[in-house]
């Protein structure tokens, strides 16, 4: 055997450096990972992972049982007369985890029409989900190119009206010419909700004597349910009377008439009917067999779940122009094909996926936040995770109420769709109740299978070096506990040089993820290259309060430091493609590949968190 003697000097000089800067700018009481850094979503949930689905199945259908009577932390709903049904599912294992659908006694002796039992291709009407469906089509059929372009490029009525207002006061009227694409599909247009009439208004207010202070007393025609307007030309009579909100991208501001607006610019855009589009890019790709862009014919109606009956429900109420902000209709199964579609990226670059899911614009909640058309909120808090966010989209329309939620993180979503008196409570209570359990025991099933995957004592005999990699519940991403190279221990050569003392009480080394992939340099197909970036962090005794001094800047200091062009938080797992399971470990600044050559912990303590987390959702 070889022995590699390493002058401590050296060592000093290769990580000394970073370390220093990262440590003294980052005075973080916990490792503080890059935001989506956590662990690889799992992909083994039906072997490595069959505890924790089997906890949450079991968690979640007692709690549904709670909330029907009254007894859930999150709020009860009118289970008489409330129908639901829940889907979560896994992209990464691509399949379905868990379904449940509820019957409500108080429905099925009242309604007239439609099924008395839901199931996976049951249609519901989805109300606003209408509009994440609408923006995927856009993204499908023309990209995000327009995104940046004023919408009057595509939409003449807008050009026109536009010019004909270029002397006028903003205050009172929309300028168009500063309302882009984007911002239109991210909230942001500052434009009205919806038309400028609204029939049930006018019979309240104007009943009681209140002033009609804009003199607009009848919509141009539509549906007086819907307040639509029935067509493009009176919705440009109709919609222009209301001032804006905001200036365009000042802050976030509901708006339906936006996506109306929206499938007017990809109609000139494509130079097809959004009705022909929805169904060229939607319906027949993605083969959906219960989704349809207005009201289903007449012989579906036999297939859906309809309270009461057509009218009451609104399961007839025709959304006309306004269908891409609301007016769509479809099943569990097939909601699932398309959010499945969207996470996978099976239409669209994976870089334009990316580029879609993440937030434009913050909300005053400091746990939400807006994108296009994404309702971004706070994924449920788990010990030593990172913090991560659930990308979901809600609707509400008549007696229909839905929700759409994607962990992209966790590779894991949820669609629940309702019908009856109290749906939009339903949806609330039941989604609270699928996050709160689902997401803490995904991530626990993702610990153990990183466990399984990538813990273990990795070696290099030649150059008496080893890195011992472990997984535990209490930090996120995985850490290394032990770290030495041609015999000198690298984290105690980290800890000399920062000098630790009472101000610093340990060094941390923990790994992420980095989402990259390629086939194994050595040329063997059945393995393949996984990247991952480190963080070095002695961790202060206590974090300092201020806003500038207890803040996570890992985003900032990765790859700070390049040593022959190659960087010190740079390190990369050879997997087999088989298994997922790790056979060696570089850190590429040593341009060294350490064998797996053990198990650290046994997987000890994924099976205790796993147990843990099951113990607390029963």
Known sequence: MVRLSVPRQALLALAGPAFASTTQAALYSTPCPAIYAGLPAPSQLSTLGKDYIAAATNSTQLQFLAASNGLAPYGTYTSNTTAFAVEVFSVTANESLFTFNYDPPGLVDAHTIGVNTIAMDTVFRLGSVSKLWTTYIFLVAAGDRSWNDPITKYVPELAQLAASLSDQGAVDHVEWESVTVGSLASQLGGIARDAAFSPSLQSALGTVGLPNAGGFNQSTCGDERMMLPCNR????????????????????????????????????????????????????????????????????????????????????????????????????????????????????????????????????????????????????????????????????????????????????????????TDTTNTVRVVSDILAETWVPQIRAAALAEASASYIGVYTDVTTNSSITVVANSSLPGLSVTDWTYGGVSVLALLGEFEGINTTYQAIHVQLYPSGLKQVSASG???????????????????????????????????????????????????????????????????????????????????????????????
């Open 233 to 420: 030309t009176a919705f440009f009579e109709d919609f222009p009377q209301q001032r804006p909100i905001f200036e365009s991208y000042i802050s976030p501001a509901y708006s339906n008439a936006a996506f109306q607006i929206l499938a007017y610019a990809l109609e000139n855009i494509t130079g097809t009917a959004m009705a022909d589009l929805f169904d060229k890019h939607l319906v027949q790709p993605l083969n959906l067999t219960g989704t349809y862009y207005t009201v289903p014919p007449a012989d579906v109606t036999a297939n859906g779940m309809i309270p009461y009956n057509t009218t009451a429900s609104w399961w007839n109420a025709e959304a006309l122009d306004e269908a891409p902000a609301g007016g769509y209709f479809s099943t569990l199964d097939d909601m699932r094909k398309v959010t499945t579609a969207i996470m996978n990226s099976t239409q669209l670059p994976p870089v334009l996926t990316r580029r879609w899911l993440k937030p434009h614009a913050f909300l005053t909640n400091p746990r939400a936040a807006v994108g296009a058309p994404w309702e971004i909120t706070r994924a449920p808090d788990s010990p030593g995770a990172p913090v991560s966010w659930m990308y979901t989209k809600a609707g509400d329309l008549g007696m229909y109420s839905s929700m759409v939620a994607l962990v992209p993180e966790l590779g894991i979503g949820f669609n629940v769709l309702s019908a009856g």
């Open 524 to 618: 063997n197909s059945s393995e393949v290259e996984v990247g991952w970036r480190a963080t070095f962090q002695a961790l202060p005794a206590a974090s300092d309060s201020g806003p500038f001094s207890a803040n996570c800047i890992a985003w900032e200091v990765v790859s700070q430091l390049v040593y022959g062009g190659v960087a010190l938080d740079e390190f990369l797992f050879t997997v087999e493609s088989s298994t997922g399971n790790a056979v060696s470990l570089s850190p590429r600044v040593l341009a060294q590949t350490q064998t797996r050559s053990q198990q650290a912990a046994k997987r000890s303590e994924a099976h205790r968190v796993g147990k843990m987390e099951r113990r607390w959702v029963a």
